[in-house]
């Protein structure tokens, strides 16, 4: 079991996200930040876990991460993203979209900027509306989209004080999540488990392609691309099942993997090393995904650490899967050739690990049981 220390806050947390490392750097990943929800008071914190997990001198493990500093938030932070180092994005249930500033130098937190009415519905007059809460962020330095449970996507810039562009009823149904597909591209889900890809270089407010599960329209709750594979995303829903898609392929998943026995909040493919995926789910586990060639004997399916060992992978779509060359292990879809390693990262079950993030060989999930937990040996 790899070494995983929790600590105990006393706010629910629903957001975690490392500060990014400056590209080219050999630095650690070493501050996060969280955001709080359900709390009588809700908060954006940074944290620093400085020489956190050190193996001291006794062979035991020493260090702590210390709280840097906090800024009270307008309701429940739904999500949150760092826009670059200083400056981090959140949104809020009360459809409020603020970018924080971080002062290195005192170790304060500023609020920068806030669209207060991002996200809205309108009620019977034009005149009267009321907050709908936005959902997601996603962010590509100085552009910020974010989308909402009223179905509307906005794209913000960090120095213009109005929507750059908006897409007003995008979506009938609660868009629950965003990533960007490429700089113009963005691809959206929904509550009626369908993919969504907009192109804002194009005008107009419908989306350029629509995937979706076949059957149940099962909610969708979460998306990542593949850091260098564009066209490879995975998503995440209320049945906690995890679907790999290939968005040039069809309009359906190329593999269903059964995961988690209730909702999966959110999917991450690891930034520098993607045939490793991260899961995280309301069931209250933390699962560690390995679909690396490396991984011995790749013969068979196996889960290990989890409390039902059923594990059930099936291709769709496999005949058009094959006439492309497998470029990500994520698209050799075929179970009986086919190996991917689960590896359940929380030594016991506690309530919803609602948000995780990896960077190099550190990983950081916040719990509504009100503990973070961090590792920095992912890998070891």
């Given at each position: 079991m790899?070494?995983?220390?929790?600590?105990?806050?006393?706010?629910?947390?629903s957001k975690t996200r490392w500060r990014p490392v400056p590209s080219g750097s050999l630095q650690t990943a070493e501050i996060f930040a969280t955001g709080s929800?359900?709390?009588?008071?809700?908060?954006?914190?940074?944290?620093?876990?400085?020489?956190?997990?050190?193996?001291?001198?006794?062979?035991?493990?020493?260090?702590?991460?210390?709280?840097l500093c906090d800024f009270r938030h307008p309701g429940d932070v739904m999500d949150l993203q760092f826009?670059?180092?200083?400056?981090?994005?959140?949104?809020?249930?009360?459809?409020?979209?603020?970018?924080?500033?971080?002062?290195?130098?005192n170790q304060t937190l500023s609020l920068s900027h806030q669209w207060k009415t991002a996200h809205y519905h309108t009620g019977p007059s034009s005149a009267s509306y009321s907050s709908a809460p936005c959902t997601g962020v996603v962010c590509n330095n100085p552009e910020i989209v974010t989308v909402g449970?009223?179905?509307?996507?906005?794209?913000?810039?960090?120095?213009?004080?109005?929507?750059?562009?908006?897409?007003?009823?995008?979506?009938?149904?609660?868009?629950?999540?965003?990533?960007?597909?490429?700089?113009?591209?963005?691809?959206?889900?929904?509550?009626?488990?369908?993919?969504?890809?907009?192109d804002f270089r194009q005008p107009g407010n419908e989306p350029s392609q629509i995937l979706s599960l076949t059957g149940d329209?099962?909610?969708?709750?979460?998306?990542?691309?593949h850091p260098n594979q564009q066209h490879v995303v995975a998503t995440g829903g209320q049945d906690g099942?995890?679907?790999?898609?290939?968005?040039?392929?069809?309009?359906?998943?190329?593999?269903?993997?059964?995961?988690h026995e209730a909702e999966m909040w959110e999917a991450h493919f690891h930034p520098s090393n993607p045939d490793h995926l991260f899961t995280c789910s309301e069931d209250g586990s933390l699962?560690?995904?390995?679909?690396?060639t490396?991984?011995?004997?790749?013969?068979?399916?196996?889960?290990?650490?989890?409390?039902?060992?059923?594990?059930?992978?099936?291709?769709?779509?496999?005949?058009?899967?094959?006439?492309?060359?497998?470029?990500?292990?994520?698209?050799?879809?075929?179970?009986?050739?086919?190996?991917?390693?689960?590896?359940?990262?929380?030594?016991?079950?506690?309530l919803s690990v609602n948000s995780l993030d990896v960077s190099g060989s550190c990983l950081v999930c916040g719990t509504d049981a009100e503990a973070i937990y961090v590792t920095r040996q992912l890998f070891s």
């Open positions: 790899k070494e995983i220390f929790a600590k105990f806050v006393s706010q629910k947390i929800w359900d709390n009588e008071e809700n908060y954006v914190s940074l944290w620093s876990i400085g020489e956190f997990g050190n193996v001291d001198s006794d062979e035991g493990f020493e260090g702590d991460h210390q709280l826009l670059d180092q200083e400056r981090i994005v959140a949104a809020s249930s009360t459809g409020c979209v603020t970018i924080f500033l971080h002062h290195q130098n449970e009223d179905g509307r996507i906005n794209l913000f810039r960090a120095d213009h004080k109005e929507a750059v562009r908006t897409i007003d009823n995008a979506d009938s149904s609660t868009l629950h999540a965003v990533t960007f597909l490429r700089t113009p591209e963005i691809l959206t889900v929904n509550s009626i488990g369908q993919l969504k890809i907009w329209r099962v909610p969708l709750h979460c998306v990542d691309r099942m995890l679907s790999i898609w290939d968005v040039r392929l069809g309009t359906m998943p190329v593999s269903l993997l059964k995961a699962w560690h995904w390995d679909s690396s490396d991984v011995p004997e790749k013969s068979s399916l196996f889960h290990q650490g989890g409390r039902n060992s059923t594990f059930l992978s099936h291709s769709i779509n496999n005949q058009a899967a094959a006439q492309q060359p497998l470029l990500s292990s994520w698209l050799s879809t075929d179970p009986a050739k086919d190996r991917i390693e689960i590896t359940s990262l929380l030594p016991n079950r506690t």
